[in-house]
T-cell receptor, first 113, second 113 residues
Framework: AQTVTQSQPEMSVQEAETVTLSCTYD???????LFWYKQPPSRQMILVIR??????QNATENRFSVNFQKAAKSFSLKISDSQLGDTAMYFC??????????FGGGTRLMVKP | DAGVTQSPTHLIKTRGQQVTLRCSPK?????VSWYQQALGQGPQFIFQ???????QRGNFPDRFSGHQFPNYSSELNVNALLLGDSALYLC????????????FGPGTRLTVL
Protein backbone atom coordinates (compact mmCIF):
# COMPACT_ATOMS: atom_id res chain seq x y z
CA ALA A 1 0.00 0.00 0.00
CA GLN A 2 1.09 3.52 -0.70
CA THR A 3 0.88 6.40 1.75
CA VAL A 4 1.42 10.11 1.19
CA THR A 5 1.92 12.58 4.03
CA GLN A 6 1.77 16.35 3.93
CA SER A 7 2.84 17.71 7.30
CA GLN A 8 1.88 21.36 6.73
CA PRO A 9 -1.92 21.85 6.93
CA GLU A 10 -1.62 25.56 6.20
CA MET A 11 1.02 27.94 4.90
CA SER A 12 1.15 31.56 3.87
CA VAL A 13 3.57 33.57 1.73
CA GLN A 14 3.87 37.15 0.62
CA GLU A 15 3.25 37.90 -3.01
CA ALA A 16 6.46 37.61 -5.13
CA GLU A 17 8.25 35.52 -2.51
CA THR A 18 9.15 31.83 -2.58
CA VAL A 19 7.45 29.04 -0.63
CA THR A 20 8.16 25.32 -0.30
CA LEU A 21 5.49 22.72 0.42
CA SER A 22 6.59 19.39 1.90
CA CYS A 23 5.54 15.87 1.04
CA THR A 24 6.78 12.43 2.02
CA TYR A 25 5.57 9.15 0.62
CA ASP A 26 5.99 5.46 1.07
CA UNK A 27 5.80 2.84 -1.66
CA UNK A 28 7.15 -0.62 -2.30
CA UNK A 29 7.16 -0.17 -6.06
CA UNK A 30 10.19 0.60 -8.19
CA UNK A 31 8.36 2.42 -10.95
CA UNK A 32 6.01 5.14 -9.84
CA UNK A 33 5.07 8.71 -10.56
CA LEU A 34 4.63 11.65 -8.21
CA PHE A 35 2.38 14.63 -8.73
CA TRP A 36 1.42 17.95 -7.27
CA TYR A 37 -2.14 19.03 -7.91
CA LYS A 38 -3.69 22.41 -7.12
CA GLN A 39 -7.33 22.75 -6.07
CA PRO A 40 -8.59 26.34 -5.97
CA PRO A 41 -11.95 27.26 -4.42
CA SER A 42 -13.56 26.38 -7.75
CA ARG A 43 -12.65 22.76 -6.70
CA GLN A 44 -11.21 21.78 -10.09
CA MET A 45 -8.13 19.63 -9.47
CA ILE A 46 -5.39 21.04 -11.69
CA LEU A 47 -2.09 19.33 -12.44
CA VAL A 48 0.87 21.47 -11.37
CA ILE A 49 3.84 19.20 -11.98
CA ARG A 50 4.80 15.53 -12.25
CA UNK A 51 7.97 13.54 -11.63
CA UNK A 52 8.89 10.09 -12.89
CA UNK A 53 10.67 8.18 -10.13
CA UNK A 54 13.29 6.77 -12.51
CA UNK A 55 14.43 10.26 -13.50
CA UNK A 56 17.19 11.82 -11.41
CA GLN A 57 16.53 15.33 -12.69
CA ASN A 58 14.01 17.40 -10.75
CA ALA A 59 10.98 18.46 -12.76
CA THR A 60 10.33 22.15 -13.39
CA GLU A 61 7.33 23.92 -14.84
CA ASN A 62 7.71 27.69 -15.10
CA ARG A 63 7.57 29.03 -11.50
CA PHE A 64 7.06 25.55 -10.05
CA SER A 65 9.83 23.09 -9.32
CA VAL A 66 10.27 20.01 -7.18
CA ASN A 67 13.01 18.64 -4.97
CA PHE A 68 12.78 14.88 -5.42
CA GLN A 69 14.84 12.89 -2.91
CA LYS A 70 14.18 9.27 -3.81
CA ALA A 71 16.15 7.66 -0.99
CA ALA A 72 14.43 9.83 1.58
CA LYS A 73 11.06 9.42 -0.17
CA SER A 74 10.59 13.15 -0.16
CA PHE A 75 8.94 15.25 -2.86
CA SER A 76 8.66 18.96 -2.05
CA LEU A 77 7.18 21.68 -4.26
CA LYS A 78 8.80 25.09 -4.58
CA ILE A 79 6.74 27.99 -5.87
CA SER A 80 8.81 30.99 -6.93
CA ASP A 81 7.52 34.54 -7.40
CA SER A 82 4.23 33.63 -5.70
CA GLN A 83 1.11 35.16 -7.21
CA LEU A 84 -2.32 35.79 -5.72
CA GLY A 85 -3.72 33.18 -8.11
CA ASP A 86 -1.56 30.53 -6.44
CA THR A 87 -3.87 30.63 -3.41
CA ALA A 88 -5.37 27.13 -3.24
CA MET A 89 -5.18 23.69 -1.66
CA TYR A 90 -2.16 21.75 -2.87
CA PHE A 91 -2.17 17.98 -2.90
CA CYS A 92 0.79 15.68 -3.29
CA UNK A 93 -0.04 12.32 -4.89
CA UNK A 94 1.66 9.11 -5.96
CA UNK A 95 0.61 6.84 -8.79
CA UNK A 96 1.14 3.10 -8.55
CA UNK A 97 1.43 0.49 -11.27
CA UNK A 98 -2.32 -0.01 -11.16
CA UNK A 99 -2.86 3.60 -12.19
CA UNK A 100 -4.41 4.47 -8.83
CA UNK A 101 -3.59 7.86 -7.27
CA UNK A 102 -2.97 8.09 -3.53
CA PHE A 103 -3.28 11.62 -2.18
CA GLY A 104 -1.94 13.36 0.88
CA GLY A 105 -4.18 15.39 3.16
CA GLY A 106 -3.34 18.67 1.44
CA THR A 107 -1.71 21.99 2.32
CA ARG A 108 -3.76 25.16 2.22
CA LEU A 109 -1.61 27.94 0.74
CA MET A 110 -2.54 31.58 1.15
CA VAL A 111 -0.66 34.18 -0.90
CA LYS A 112 -0.89 37.59 0.76
CA PRO A 113 -0.68 40.87 -1.15
CA ASP B 1 -10.07 20.08 -26.95
CA ALA B 2 -12.79 19.26 -24.42
CA GLY B 3 -11.61 18.46 -20.93
CA VAL B 4 -13.23 16.11 -18.44
CA THR B 5 -16.86 16.99 -17.80
CA GLN B 6 -19.13 15.88 -14.97
CA SER B 7 -22.82 16.19 -14.26
CA PRO B 8 -24.63 17.32 -12.27
CA THR B 9 -22.68 20.05 -10.49
CA HIS B 10 -24.61 19.73 -7.25
CA LEU B 11 -27.03 17.14 -5.93
CA ILE B 12 -29.07 16.86 -2.75
CA LYS B 13 -30.46 13.48 -1.69
CA THR B 14 -31.93 11.96 1.46
CA ARG B 15 -30.69 8.92 3.35
CA GLY B 16 -31.59 5.61 1.71
CA GLN B 17 -31.94 7.05 -1.78
CA GLN B 18 -29.87 6.12 -4.80
CA VAL B 19 -27.80 8.50 -6.94
CA THR B 20 -26.09 8.39 -10.34
CA LEU B 21 -23.22 10.68 -11.28
CA ARG B 22 -21.88 11.03 -14.81
CA CYS B 23 -18.49 11.68 -16.35
CA SER B 24 -17.21 12.23 -19.87
CA PRO B 25 -13.46 11.78 -20.26
CA LYS B 26 -11.06 14.14 -21.96
CA UNK B 27 -10.92 13.67 -25.71
CA UNK B 28 -8.65 10.75 -26.61
CA UNK B 29 -8.79 9.19 -23.14
CA UNK B 30 -10.14 5.70 -22.56
CA UNK B 31 -9.74 5.15 -18.81
CA VAL B 32 -11.90 6.71 -16.11
CA SER B 33 -11.27 6.77 -12.37
CA TRP B 34 -13.59 7.98 -9.61
CA TYR B 35 -12.52 9.59 -6.34
CA GLN B 36 -14.41 10.68 -3.24
CA GLN B 37 -13.21 13.84 -1.49
CA ALA B 38 -14.69 14.50 1.94
CA LEU B 39 -14.58 18.08 3.19
CA GLY B 40 -11.08 19.11 4.22
CA GLN B 41 -9.45 15.87 3.06
CA GLY B 42 -7.58 14.52 0.08
CA PRO B 43 -9.43 12.46 -2.54
CA GLN B 44 -9.85 8.73 -1.97
CA PHE B 45 -9.81 6.29 -4.89
CA ILE B 46 -13.12 4.49 -5.46
CA PHE B 47 -12.57 2.52 -8.66
CA GLN B 48 -11.28 2.63 -12.22
CA UNK B 49 -12.87 1.58 -15.51
CA UNK B 50 -11.13 0.55 -18.68
CA UNK B 51 -12.62 -1.31 -21.64
CA UNK B 52 -15.99 -1.21 -19.91
CA UNK B 53 -14.70 -3.23 -16.96
CA UNK B 54 -13.79 -2.36 -13.38
CA UNK B 55 -10.00 -2.78 -13.26
CA GLN B 56 -9.10 -1.46 -9.82
CA ARG B 57 -11.14 -0.85 -6.69
CA GLY B 58 -10.38 1.05 -3.52
CA ASN B 59 -11.73 0.36 -0.05
CA PHE B 60 -15.37 1.21 -0.73
CA PRO B 61 -18.45 -0.97 -0.07
CA ASP B 62 -20.52 -2.62 -2.76
CA ARG B 63 -23.06 0.18 -2.47
CA PHE B 64 -20.68 1.99 -4.81
CA SER B 65 -20.85 0.65 -8.35
CA GLY B 66 -20.05 1.94 -11.77
CA HIS B 67 -20.28 1.49 -15.45
CA GLN B 68 -18.34 2.49 -18.53
CA PHE B 69 -19.97 2.90 -21.92
CA PRO B 70 -18.50 2.18 -25.38
CA ASN B 71 -17.81 5.91 -25.84
CA TYR B 72 -15.65 5.75 -22.66
CA SER B 73 -18.02 7.87 -20.57
CA SER B 74 -18.77 6.54 -17.11
CA GLU B 75 -21.34 6.52 -14.34
CA LEU B 76 -20.94 6.19 -10.59
CA ASN B 77 -23.92 4.77 -8.72
CA VAL B 78 -24.35 4.87 -4.98
CA ASN B 79 -27.20 2.93 -3.36
CA ALA B 80 -28.71 3.25 0.12
CA LEU B 81 -27.12 6.64 0.70
CA LEU B 82 -25.68 7.42 4.13
CA LEU B 83 -24.96 10.82 5.64
CA GLY B 84 -21.26 9.96 5.37
CA ASP B 85 -21.54 9.75 1.59
CA SER B 86 -21.76 13.54 1.46
CA ALA B 87 -18.65 14.60 -0.45
CA LEU B 88 -17.21 15.95 -3.66
CA TYR B 89 -17.02 13.19 -6.25
CA LEU B 90 -14.24 13.63 -8.77
CA CYS B 91 -13.81 11.89 -12.07
CA UNK B 92 -10.40 11.64 -13.72
CA UNK B 93 -9.43 10.34 -17.12
CA UNK B 94 -6.24 9.12 -18.73
CA UNK B 95 -5.04 7.23 -21.77
CA UNK B 96 -3.65 3.87 -20.82
CA UNK B 97 -0.77 3.95 -23.27
CA UNK B 98 0.41 7.46 -22.35
CA UNK B 99 2.32 8.95 -19.46
CA UNK B 100 -0.32 8.11 -16.86
CA UNK B 101 -1.22 11.65 -15.85
CA UNK B 102 -4.84 11.79 -14.73
CA UNK B 103 -6.86 14.86 -15.63
CA PHE B 104 -9.76 15.76 -13.37
CA GLY B 105 -13.24 17.07 -13.95
CA PRO B 106 -14.84 19.84 -11.85
CA GLY B 107 -16.58 17.35 -9.58
CA THR B 108 -20.12 16.74 -8.34
CA ARG B 109 -20.99 17.96 -4.85
CA LEU B 110 -23.32 15.41 -3.23
CA THR B 111 -25.17 16.33 -0.05
CA VAL B 112 -27.07 13.63 1.80
CA LEU B 113 -29.67 14.87 4.32
Amino acid sequence: AQTVTQSQPEMSVQEAETVTLSCTYDTSENNYYLFWYKQPPSRQMILVIRQEAYKQQNATENRFSVNFQKAAKSFSLKISDSQLGDTAMYFCASLNAGNMLTFGGGTRLMVKP
Amino acid sequence: DAGVTQSPTHLIKTRGQQVTLRCSPKSGHDTVSWYQQALGQGPQFIFQYYEEEERQRGNFPDRFSGHQFPNYSSELNVNALLLGDSALYLCASTFTASTDTQYFGPGTRLTVL
